[in-house]
């Protein structure tokens, strides 16, 4: 069926696409196209639809592919790249205090060595389907200029602590320093900021508030992690009597506009709060799993309508950014832990990291899904793999089957930033040149810890 | 340093590649070489040792790129990957009952089909580094020639039930067929034939103790489901009184030869039964915890002694062949339930994936490690990807942060049948083709199964 009028005019137009659009109905269109004008998604629907309707300055073959939203990793440290692989299978404390801790005091106070740590999880989160991540780490001002020239969408928050952080005093110097970072990134088109206290054990009562209040004068998100494990609790409840959810509720912070990260311990009255309150959470379940802290109550949450998104945390936990990888161990762990085969089906785990996800931190009016007046943020996945064949449920074969590295396309406002799984506007050669240079004085310094 | 005398004929020289020889000393050599002549290695060892003592037909360039033993995936039922996503989410026995068994009746009586399958299952195990398989299935007579036809190691088991499989009546006239099939098997290098009995409540003990017995004639491998999940336990205890695990230990074909399959739910008895027997154990973790089993008590059997190893099991139930996948869920999996961050260490899994598999099978003598005189079974890893960058940890990488997607190369028996990401043997546009017909065939069966 083509239109009795003229074709109207588009950027691109993906067509012949297998086409899963997350909208409200959940639509799926076998032989689906997309069409694109500047950042925004002009049309979706069947391709024999559209087919005549536009004439596109680019138009993609999407055969034997699926066409889907981007990723949202609702939870990253990205900078912290840096120090993948650097430590790994040690008692929690002494991989907190020995390592990391060391690690970051004497490397993440550098912006040099963060921009190297960022660029190099930007490329691999493009590579791997991510089109959006929400991050939480330090110098949020001067890092966004990076992702800004990736063209990737992000939300940077920087991490408030009573103490001095990498890039600044701490408290209400922080506080000032996201003031004026807010402000300068308001009319950016895909990086904003947010505020993040780092956790209830780190950040007194008193700034916690603060915080929240700074990031409610300028309407957008706070976050902050989150009963991640027991020992937060009990210290929570030695500190306050309640807890972590309900020592945050007490203070009067937790909205719509709060991320509570990880949620792993949850009491039934947590759960309750938090779905009353309509906080979103992010759940890192690989992270969780390797740093044993146990399995958030997903099915739970999800049952009382919390919104849950994914995040993959940074990499010095859980060694990728790969949101494929995530979310097929997030549906095995939910089997397991429930006792029960049909928990979080591949269906939900696809919601959460989509459009569930961009509800989490406030993303769903622009990301999150295919739908005419949404941002342009889409992936397009290869099938032409053994792996991949034979094809019988688009859910299944995206959740138990495919993996980050069938994403052959990547679309971020409307521009393509990877093209047959090559990066368009990011030059690796640079990327991998500057990460070497970290990764030996990072090698060097842990030598040098080791021999002492 | 070159020898001083006259360089020795190679076949394949692959140079200063990091290699992982997973030998008995677990050698690492940064800067390393491998020589292989006919089907066999030649020689392991620092780059500047081997330079200049080997003339190779072939040289291999490593520079960048890990080399180590080929994986060995010691539970599949290969010829079930035509059925890969066509049931999952469903409550257990609807799976079963209402799903895989109609398809089997259906579609595992028809040799093209398994052999479509089949030929679908060895591509994608050799593109993502497993060079050895260990299936159990039905027509392991006439399969066995396919997978000789690919260059793949493995060794196939036909399964014994007390009732009609689809490939023959059955009981004593399976055990006929098996004899004869190990008999037309015994001299290929590639091939070989176990015997498997489906599991302890679909095969009386009189046929388990023959089928034990047909193994023992033939010095070759038993193999059994075993203990996979609690109401498994409790049939056998009510058709018994005792555990699987005593059950077949009463039967007397627990033993080196043997491998336990699942071993989900054991107690400390049938521990120490596994152990002080010597029977080998196959661990599939991303299988039972989609399928809700549980987490199976790897670190206890490990600390016993027990030679524990990974397989991916059929894709019908965990839906890929993906042995990187496998090694990653389990080290999570196993750290989450042991309530330790240090369980299941990266070393520990990449033991299991190769040279402890290979020992769980009885195919330590020739494969599971780089060492002269084993056969050339090994797969090269590219290190040039955001994801796997920086490097500081080769087992860390393997585990939490490669993937099947980063292997390269693939050397089974001395032939190289992946180069470059390319098989080299097998024709994926047939193989393609050929499971396009029976995808079709089956789609048509679920759904007039849905009309219905």
């Known amino acids: 069926m083509t239109s009795s009028g003229q074709p109207k005019n588009a950027d691109i137009l993906i067509h012949d696409a297998m086409v899963l659009t997350m909208d409200e109905e959940r639509r799926f269109f076998e032989n689906g196209s997309v069409a694109v004008s500047g950042d925004e998604i ?3 629907g069947p391709a ?42 040690l008692p929690l404390r002494e991989w907190l205090y020995d390592h990391i801790f060391p690690l970051e005091a004497a490397f993440s106070s550098k912006l040099e060595n963060l921009k190297a740590g960022l ?4 490329a691999e989160m493009l590579l791997s389907g991510t089109t ?37 005093g701490g408290g209400d110097k922080t506080l000032d320093y996201i003031d004026a970072t807010i402000r300068n990134w308001q009319q950016h088109p895909l990086v904003r900021q947010g505020v993040a206290a780092h956790a209830a054990y780190t950040v007194s009562p008193e700034l916690i508030v603060k915080a929240k209040d700074l990031a409610r004068k300028h309407d957008t998100m706070f976050s902050i992690h989150l009963s991640e494990n027991q020992w937060e609790v009990d ?13 945050l509720e007490n203070l009067g912070v937790l909205d719509r506009q709060t991320l509570a990260i990880h949620c792993v311990i949850l009491s039934d009255e947590d759960i309750a709060i938090l779905a009353n309150t309509h906080t979103g959470v992010a759940h890192s379940p690989q992270c969780n799993m390797k740093l044993a ?4 109550p997903v099915p739970d949450l999800l049952k009382k309508g919390v919104h849950v998104g994914v995040g993959t945390d940074g990499v010095a936990s859980n060694n990728d950014l790969d ?16 006792n029960s085969t049909t928990v979080l089906n591949a269906r939900e785990a696809i919601e959460m990291a989509t459009i569930t996800g961009a509800k989490a931190i406030g993303y769903d009016d622009r990301i999150g899904s295919l739908e005419k007046g949404k941002k342009a943020d889409m992936i397009m996945l290869n099938l032409d793999k053994p792996h991949s064949k034979p094809f019988y449920n688009v859910y299944s074969s995206l959740v138990y089957s495919l993996r980050s590295s069938d994403v052959e396309t990547v679309i971020v406002n409307g521009e393509v930033l990877v093209d047959q799984r090559q990066l368009q506007r990011m030059d690796l050669s640079a990327v991998y040149e500057d990460i070497e240079r970290v990764a030996q004085e990072i090698s ?4 040098r810890k080791q021999a002492r």
């Open 42 to 44: 002009l049309d979706v």
């Open 48 to 89: 024999e639809e559209l087919e005549g309707n536009y004439q596109a300055r680019r138009t993609i073959d999407g055969r034997n592919k699926i066409l889907m939203p981007g990723l949202v990793n609702v939870h990253t440290h990205a900078p912290m790249n840096i120090y993948r692989g650097a430590a790994d299978d």
């Open 119 to 122: 660029r190099l999880a930007i």
């Open 132 to 168: 959006m991540f929400k991050d939480m780490y330090f110098f949020t001002d001067e890092l966004a200029a990076v992702v800004a020239e990736t063209g990737m969408r992000a939300m940077l928050s920087e991490a408030v602590f009573d103490n001095a952080t990498p890039s600044n």
């Open 235 to 247: 210290t929570i409840r030695a500190m306050y009597g309640v807890t972590p959810v309900k020592h």
């Open 293 to 296: 802290n146990g399995a958030a």
């Open 323 to 338: 949101m494929f990888d995530e979310i097929r161990s997030m549906s095995l762990l939910h089997k397991l832990t429930s």
């Open 444 to 447: 060097a310094f842990q030598r």
